[in-house]
């Protein structure tokens, strides 16, 4: 497999930043300490300044903006990037740029209401409240922020320093090497996708009795429109695998499963078969 991927992906990282809404209290901390015996490090009293309610809206959003940065970029490196196949840039893009609008819209919000949010901890927190721990209304709104950060893929030939050249041939096949690594990584991740969803319908389905979600579906269904998008190398056995399961395991809606038996054990069986099947592309990749 080639692993010169500068012209096929480009890094992504997603940097979110949120008010912790929590403050340690040292008094609080010293008394329990002190009550219990303990040293004065021996435990730490944290205080909730707001609600979960509050600041769920915000969270919500931060939820579904990770998870779908999760799943539209495949593992790279150890400093946060993943790596974001160019095929996929625009729609990963687009729907970035609606989830950063409607995080803007529920901190926008929870700024309005940032003086309700004080009324109703000094009531929540009691004796333990302290307005000084609160931003000021002109500063909350910059303890929140949502930006991606997207930038190129380091090529082994972008290196360049006054060094001999063993040193530097040394040094760029130690590059080659962790490129090739991230590479398999990043391959590996999309059958261990493929054997996850798999995996979850052969379990549900081979027992009758067993109660599933739309989303044993749903979440194939989903997987198998994304995965041509994420297969930087167009691996033929991976879209083979791909183009297998969206044929026999994608063909039924979850309410013909649930009221056919037939339909049912039908799609089972085909999903043990891909999973036997695959279990040799998992070892392999």
Not at 36 to 57: I, P, Q, T
Not at 75 to 92: T, V
Not at 175 to 187: G, S, T
Not at 207 to 235: G, I, K, Q, W
Request: negative net charge; charged residues 30%.
């Amino acid at each position: 497999m080639p692993y010169d991927i500068s012209e096929k992906a480009m890094l992504a990282a997603l940097q979110i930043q949120q008010w912790s809404a929590r403050k340690h209290d040292k008094n609080v901390s010293r008394e329990v300490n002190a009550q219990y015996g303990g040293e004065a490090n021996a435990g730490r009293f944290n205080k909730v300044l707001a609600s979960k309610e509050a600041l769920k809206d915000i969270q919500v959003v931060v939820g579904s903006a990770r998870a779908f940065h999760q799943e539209q970029t495949l593992p790279w490196g150890e400093r946060g990037e993943r790596l974001l196949p160019s095929r996929n840039y625009s729609e990963y893009a687009r729907q970035m740029r609606a989830l950063k609008a409607e995080f803007e819209a529920a901190v926008d919000n929870f700024v309005r209401g940032y003086s309700e949010v004080i009324f109703e901890a000094r009531r929540m927190l009691g004796g333990l409240f302290n307005r000084e721990d609160y931003p000021e209304a002109s500063e909350i709104r910059h303890k929140f922020a949502f930006r991606t950060v997207i930038t190129p893929v380091p090529e082994v030939e972008d290196f360049r320093v006054n060094l001999a050249a063993d040193e530097v041939a040394a040094i760029q096949s130690d590059i080659e090497q962790r490129l090739a690594a991230a590479n398999a990584v990043a391959h590996r991740d999309l059958w261990q996708r493929l054997f996850t969803v798999v995996g979850n319908m052969v379990e549900r389905l081979s027992d009758p009795e067993a109660v599933f979600r739309d989303s044993l579906v749903s979440n194939m269904v989903r997987l198998t429109e994304l995965l041509p998008r994420l297969n930087l190398y167009d691996d033929p056995q991976l879209e083979a695998m791909r183009r297998q399961i969206e044929a026999d395991l994608c063909r039924h809606t979850p309410e013909e499963l649930r009221r056919n038996n037939h339909i049912r054990q039908q799609t089972a069986r085909a999903a043990q078969s891909v999973l036997d099947a695959m279990s040799g592309y998992m070892e392999a990749a």
